[in-house]
């Protein structure tokens, strides 16, 4: 990517890849898949299912991301979800309440102190194989380093991970979520730090398809923080997150039935 690119990150990602809610049953079956294919067959962090559709209990209450190619809309690259607070029963705990019970340092944060309706979990992220196929990627379904910003002499950017976190902090706005959790490779936070998003570890280390730290992230801060660089592609993402809404002509998401 040349220097005059990484100024117009938009219409850089905006070339290659588009983003969406995935809202219809069409479009979470592709999310399902892409899931399937990376977690179960790829990876065997789940066992295969007899449909190729990778779900579990909280998909339910969750909004998912797709992330294709923008020359051929057919071809998947990759998804995301959120998982909100269970609309019935939101003192459920969110997955990594379970996973991190035993090292979440409460007293940095406490999630179940706090409003349910303003937290979320970002979860599932996976990137179909032929998208990340480097070095040392073999056994992870997203992964971030240094390398993906290349060199002051050749920078680059890492569209497909930047664009998924992206699109999530945009649907959480979207459903008034403030506060995002996650389990993340230690060193995230100081990849993200280039981009100028803060990322808190909030306890120890779990062992967790690989280590992992519980951490989290303010929705806001992340938007007011992003450097100028990275915000056309921000606002590329965020209109493609609002196209979605606007196409089904409601302003919040409504849980499938």
């Not at 100024?7 to 898949?33: I, N, P």
């Not at 977690?39 to 339910?60: K, M």
């Not at 269970?86 to 035993?102: G, I, K, N, Q, S």
Request: aromatic share 8%.
């Amino acid at each position: 990517m040349s220097l005059l690119d990484r100024f117009s990150l938009g219409e850089g990602f905006r070339k290659y890849f588009q983003v969406e809610a995935a809202f219809s049953d069409t479009l979470r079956d592709a999310v399902y898949g892409i899931r399937h294919e990376v977690y179960c067959e790829e990876l065997a962090f789940e066992p295969v299912r007899p449909d190729r559709r990778e779900t579990d209990e909280y998909d339910r209450h969750s909004l998912h991301c797709l992330l294709r190619s923008s020359n051929d809309p057919s071809t998947l690259v990759g998804c995301n979800r959120l998982v909100l607070a269970r609309p019935e029963d939101p003192d459920f705990p969110l997955p990594f309440e379970h996973t991190c019970r035993a090292t979440l340092d409460r007293s940095i944060i406490d999630p179940a102190r706090l409003p349910r309706h303003t937290i979320a979990e970002v979860s599932r992220l996976a990137v179909r194989a032929q998208y990340r196929r480097r070095k040392g990627e073999t056994k992870t379904a997203l992964a971030l380093s240094d390398d993906d910003f290349g060199t002051k002499d050749q920078p680059r950017f890492p569209y497909i991970p930047i664009g998924l976190y992206l699109a999530v902090i945009a649907l959480a706005k979207r459903e008034g979520v403030e506060t995002l959790f996650m389990l993340t490779e230690p060193r995230l936070a100081d990849h993200f730090a280039k981009l100028g998003v803060r990322i808190t570890q909030i306890g120890g280390p779990v062992e967790h398809r690989g280590i992992r730290v519980p951490s989290m992230m303010n929705a806001t801060d992340v938007i007011n923080r992003l450097r100028f660089f990275v915000k056309p592609i921000w606002r590329v993402v965020v209109e493609e997150i609002d196209a979605g809404y606007a196409a089904l002509g409601r302003p919040a998401f409504l849980p499938p039935r």
